[in-house]
T-cell receptor, first 113, second 111 residues
Framework: GNSVTQMEGPVTLSEEAFLTINCTYT??????LFWYVQYPGEGLQLLLK?????DKGSNKGFEATYRKETTSFHLEKGSVQVSDSAVYFC????????????FGSGTKLNVKP | NAGVTQTPKFRILKIGQSMTLQCTQD?????MYWYRQDPGMGLKLIYY???????DKGEVPNGYNVSRSTTEDFPLRLELAAPSQTSVYFC??????????FGEGSWLTVV
């Protein structure tokens, strides 16, 4: 079946620290992979995506590379800011049905000044 | 630039009451979804629709019903509210280019 596993939070970092949030998946077919971000009191917003193996998605200084050999899509940012404090969700849409999405449990990031 | 609009944003229900969460999108998307998000948890799919007149169950459909009479609207009905349905509900739609768009959420408390 299809599922997403991501590291548990919360993750607490100081401003300008390096961020990694791990995400691994199981999927049938050839999934597309996503990172969504949820700011307090808001809905989820697409942060970045990758649709095939070795693709790198990037946005707002965040990056993630689709690694088929390790079934991973880890989120990274070189220097976090206080405004990056949010909950981050890894997700996939299954290769055999691109209109069904599966989400991880979310990782809360707290960035301290 | 409305996107996906949900109402109400907050609601308190008594056990056994019924209500409908409204969802409308103005992007002409065929695919629409309802998810729930329990505190500290990820999203679970309740129901989804691939077009007007077509709906299907997701992971956690018990206690809910949906209808899709138009492309724009996808209401979610709770018939007999239970405390276990206290959650945040998100409506979403898909543009078939593999990106899902979310509404801002509806916070529901059943007491």
């Amino acid at each position: 079946g299809n599922s997403v596993t991501q590291m548990e939070g919360p993750v607490t970092l100081s401003e300008e620290a390096f961020l990694t949030i791990n995400c691994t998946y199981t999927a049938t077919g050839y999934p597309s992979l996503f990172w969504y971000v949820q700011y307090p009191g808001e809905g989820l917003q697409l942060l970045l995506k990758a649709t095939k193996a070795d693709d790198k998605g990037s946005n707002k200084g965040f990056e993630a590379t689709y690694r088929k050999e390790t079934t991973s899509f880890h989120l990274e940012k070189g220097s976090v800011q206080v405004s990056d404090s949010a909950v981050y969700f890894c997700a996939l849409s299954s290769g055999d049905n691109f209109n069904k999405f599966y989400f991880g449990s979310g990782t809360k990031l707290n960035v301290k000044p | 630039n409305a996107g996906v609009t949900q109402t109400p944003k907050f609601r308190i229900l008594k056990i056994g009451q019924s209500m409908t969460l409204q969802c409308t999108q103005d992007m002409n998307h065929n695919y629409m979804y309802w998810y729930r998000q329990d505190p500290g948890m990820g999203l679970k799919l309740i129901y989804y629709s691939v077009g007007a007149g077509i709906t299907d169950k997701g992971e956690v459909p018990n206690g809910y019903n949906v209808s899709r009479s138009t492309t724009e609207d996808f209401p979610l009905r709770l018939e007999l509210a239970a405390p276990s349905q206290t959650s945040v509900y998100f409506c979403a739609s898909n543009d078939r280019r593999n990106t899902i768009y979310f509404g801002e959420g509806s916070w529901l408390t059943v007491v």
